[in-house]
């Protein structure tokens, strides 16, 4: 293996094991933490070249940063939407339309 190549794997991988720190804080099913690791990984593969450019930072803090954090903003995200009113803001919208609303 190329000392180039490797260095790339590394620096890729940092996301992942940002991701798998991120987990151990999480809740959820293991199914929805596998999930979420899942993405936190592939956000960390695509966001951590832009972010290591942007921010001057070396590319494998960028993407375990990116695959930690970015892995708890979709946690929080996600618990947002299930706790939304989905039936109740339909309503509202659709009073909307027809002009029942205010």
């Given at each position: 293996?190329?000392?180039?190549?490797?260095?790339?794997?590394a620096?890729?991988?940092?996301?992942?094991?940002?991701?798998?720190?991120?987990?151990?804080y999480l809740?959820?099913?293991w199914r929805a933490?596998?999930s979420?690791?899942?993405s936190?990984?592939l956000?960390?593969?695509?966001?951590?070249p832009?972010?290591?450019?942007?921010?001057?930072i070396?590319?494998g803090l960028a993407?375990?940063l990116?695959?930690m954090?970015?892995?708890?903003l979709v946690?929080?995200?996600?618990?947002a939407?299930?706790a939304?009113?989905?039936?109740?803001?339909?309503?509202?919208?659709?009073?909307?339309?027809r002009g029942n609303g205010t």
């Amino acid at each position: 293996m190329n000392i180039q190549d490797f260095d790339a794997f590394a620096e890729n991988f940092a996301g992942v094991l940002g991701a798998a720190v991120s987990v151990h804080y999480l809740r959820g099913s293991w199914r929805a933490r596998l999930s979420m690791a899942v993405s936190g990984s592939l956000g960390a593969y695509y966001a951590a070249p832009y972010l290591s450019g942007m921010l001057g930072i070396p590319g494998g803090l960028a993407g375990f940063l990116t695959g930690m954090f970015g892995m708890a903003l979709v946690s929080r995200a996600w618990e947002a939407v299930q706790a939304a009113p989905v039936a109740a803001l339909w309503q509202a919208v659709i009073d909307r339309v027809r002009g029942n609303g205010t």
